[in-house]
């Protein structure tokens, strides 16, 4: 695997001006971009970023990564010298996975004949899709130095995403009680999955931005039934735009510039709300 080389120090400490994205010198309120962080001394948790979010990286290596990492982690802890957490920030190839107890009847087609590739994990939750234009984040990190209460964990990565897409796009997502994700509306936008191990967490949350949601259609997302799954672009698209949109949708709403704009919002907001500085492998 591929892990691009980065020198930058993200910190909770302090934050660069907010710009908001421009296009012919007009302000555009439905895209708020931060810049990047300011570069500052640590005195935050170590963690250190995995950062893949351009590319395509194939579930059973991410897994594989994961599970290698936590292990390093527990003999670390063994001997008290556990001093750093990590975060793997990517993009799938298209994949479905299942969580430990997860129910086939979710599924709407025979595994023998798959549209992409299947997989039963250790993580909890029902059936999900991960695919390209949707951002995974997999938080490997120790919850003794946080808060040792799964429940807890799992509402603090849903105010991440809630957070990011606040700060960055202007939208207003929420819970729902009894159901874990971040919704807009009835639509679910980011679903959560972990393993907690422990007290070392993997696997994690997945953020549609850019993702074609056809791939959905094949499954019961989440094992949800009367319920929809959405994308950041699906929202900001304009009324009754389609293929034959004005080239300047294509232009403001670029898939990679959307991209870009969700991960750094998402890196930023979790690296405030669980008090670490993010260093890049």
Partial sequence: MTVLPKVLLYSTLAWAPTPRYKKNGSTNPAIIARSTPTKIEASKRRCVCYDMHKELVPYAEAWSLQKSIVKERKALV???EDFSDSLIVLQHHPVYTLGTGSS????HFDQKNAPFAVYRTERGGEVTYHGPGQIVMYPIMNLRYQKMDLHWYLRALEEVVIRALASSFSIK???????????????????????????????????????????FHQIVPCGIKGRQVGSIKELLRPPNSGASSPSCYNTVYDDSGLMDIAYTSLVQ???ELFQVDLYYK
């Fill in 78 to 80: 063994q001997r008290n």
């Fill in 104 to 107: 086939e009847e979710y599924l």
């Fill in 173 to 215: 997502a929420s819970r729902i009680d009894g159901l874990t994700g971040v919704w807009l509306g009835d639509e679910k936008v980011a679903a959560i999955g972990v393993k907690v191990s422990q007290w070392i967490t993997y696997h994690g949350l997945a953020l549609n931005v850019s993702t074609d949601l056809a791939a």
């Fill in 269 to 271: 907001e979790f690296c």
